[in-house]
Nanobody, 133 residues
Framework: QVQLVESGGGLVQAGGSLRLSCAASGLTFSSYAMGWFRQTPGKEREFVAAIDWSSWSGSSFYYGDSVKGRFTISRDNARKRAYLQMNSLKPEDTAVYYC???????????????????????WGQGTQVTVSS
């Protein structure tokens, strides 16, 4: 079955950096878009970033407004891993971060789908990121 396992979370001071990793198994990784979401208690899951890939156009990237310019999503299809490089971290970035996977979509407007948590079929267990002030 499909399994997504996040790692790399932890405690960091404001202004610092962390790199999250998501290891995928049980799926044809290159055919899937990978997303990162985050959630704090009592709030809905928030879109952070997504990435898809095709052999003819390479990777496409999508970011939530609150992380643009600070976070970078990437993927390694050979290793079946997705990454989230988080720089200039702020206390408001504190959350449980989840990796998610959905079959790559082909519409030009697919970015509007990737920001929705209910578009994703598979989820990891989450990794805690805590940013101290």
């Amino acid at each position: 079955q499909v399994q997504l396992v996040e790692s790399g979370g932890g405690l960091v001071q404001a202004g610092g950096s962390l790199r999250l990793s998501c290891a995928a198994s049980g799926l044809t990784f290159s055919s899937y878009a990978m997303g990162w979401f985050r959630q704090t208690p009592g709030k809905e899951r928030e879109f952070v970033a997504a990435i898809d890939w095709s052999s003819w156009s390479g990777s496409s990237f999508y970011y939530g407004d609150s992380v643009k310019g600070r976070f970078t999503i990437s993927r390694d299809n050979a290793r079946k891993r997705a990454y989230l490089q988080m720089n200039s971290l702020k206390p408001e970035d504190t959350a449980v971060y989840y990796c998610a996977a959905t079959p790559r979509k082909t519409s030009v407007s697919r970015g509007y789908d990737y920001v929705r948590a209910d578009e994703y079929d598979h989820w990891g267990q989450g990794t805690q990121v805590t940013v101290s002030s």
